[in-house]
């Protein structure tokens, strides 16, 4: 069965600095997705990024990157510069025959 | 914004009762999920459809039912509601069903339903 673990509860960053928010994950498929989202206080769940299992680059989406290590079977996602608008809930997620969600991390950027 | 909508944004009710939470995906999408997120379960995956068929069922209680229309809107129904039904309950849409072969599947939610059960 698929699996994903997010160990941080709560994360901490100062404006303008970079922070990791770590998943790993757990599944016999070869081919599958993992996707990263972001959901603010407001409560809509936002799609920020996706890493396919076959991709040979990491992903990257304007200050969002996907640190995708396939044997350890992580999928850390590294936020730059971080703004106080990044202060929000992220979940990692991956898919198969159904996608299963983290628990989350709260991230809070400090200004 | 996603392109996902959901109706209503938000459902006060009393336990035992019956509601129906309205999702109309985005342009060209035939894959429908829905999905519950409460404090204690976090974010749950309920169900799937494909183009008006069930594709996939996950922790879905048998008082819940979800159908998608040949529209391509969806609409769950909770029934005997009860106190623990509280929660955020999300649709998503995506253009591809989900399967190992299929893993650029990415759904795009809706802002979500927020059921009371008081």
């Known amino acids: 069965a698929q699996k994903i673990t997010q160990t941080q509860p709560g994360m901490f960053v100062q404006e303008k600095e970079a922070v990791t928010l770590d998943c790993t994950y757990d599944t016999s498929d070869q081919s599958y997705g993992l996707f990263w989202y972001k959901q603010p206080s407001s409560g809509e769940m936002i799609f920020l990024i996706y890493q396919g299992s076959y991709d040979e680059q990491n992903a990257t989406e304007g200050r969002y990157s996907l640190n995708f290590q396939k044997a350890r079977k992580s999928a850390n996602l590294v936020i730059s510069a971080s703004q106080l608008g990044d202060s929000a809930m992220y979940f990692c997620?991956?898919?198969?025959?159904?996608?299963?969600f983290g628990a989350g991390t709260r991230l809070t950027v400090k200004p | 914004d996603s392109g996902v909508t959901q109706t209503p944004k938000h459902l006060i009710t009393a336990t035992g009762q019956r509601v129906t939470l309205r999702c109309s995906p985005r342009s060209g999408d035939l894959s429908v999920y829905w999905y519950q997120q409460s404090l204690d379960q976090g974010l749950q995956f309920l169900i799937q459809y494909y183009n008006g068929e069930e594709r996939a069922k996950g922790n879905i209680l048998e008082r819940f039912s979800a159908q998608q229309f040949p529209d391509l809107h969806s609409e769950l129904n909770l029934s005997s509601l009860e106190l623990g039904d509280s929660a955020l309950y999300f649709c998503?849409?995506?253009?591809?069903?989900?399967?190992?072969?299929?893993?650029?599947?990415?759904?795009?939610f809706g802002a979500g339903t927020r059921l009371s059960v008081l």
């Open positions: 998503a849409s995506s253009s591809r069903t989900s399967g190992s072969l299929l893993a650029k599947n990415i759904q795009y």
């Open positions: 997620a991956m898919n198969g025959n159904d996608m299963r």
